[in-house]
């Protein structure tokens, strides 16, 4: 079993950032995808961002892309989106995924892919 845990959401004005972190307990993290994703109230559970085992590719869905960053340490089970530009539309519940035994430089991005899921972080942006 893989403990996925999301920390750093919050309230920030509309043009601010914020670094999630999502820490993935177990001692093969290196061979996981990882991903974000995100949902907001009464709509559907959304792809944000993706990156592969080793970090090599990245992918972004296009509302945020040249806004947000996803990145990895394999050092330190964590994986980081940070958010910049922030606007009202990105304000949700932000979810990490973890997807084990993945292949090197493969991207995943619909939620049926991913086994491990965290509870959530709460990323509000004011107007």
């Known amino acids: 079993q893989v403990q996925v845990v999301e920390s750093g959401g919050g309230l920030v004005q509309a043009g601010g950032a914020l670094r999630l972190s999502c820490a993935a307990s177990?001692?093969?993290?290196?061979?996981?995808?990882m991903g974000w994703f995100r949902q907001a109230p009464g709509k559907e559970r959304e792809f944000v961002a993706a990156?592969?085992?080793?970090?090599?590719?990245?992918y972004y869905v296009d509302s945020v892309k040249g806004r947000f960053t996803i990145s990895r340490d394999n050092a330190k089970n964590t994986v980081y989106l940070q958010m910049n530009s922030l606007k009202p539309e990105d304000t949700a519940v932000y979810y990490c995924a973890a997807r084990p035994n993945s292949r090197a430089l493969t991207i995943y991005r619909t939620r049926d892919e991913y086994a491990y899921w965290g509870q959530g972080t709460q990323v509000t942006v004011s107007s």
């Open positions: 990156i592969s085992l080793d970090g090599g590719a990245t």
């Open positions: 177990g001692r093969t993290f290196s061979t996981y995808a």
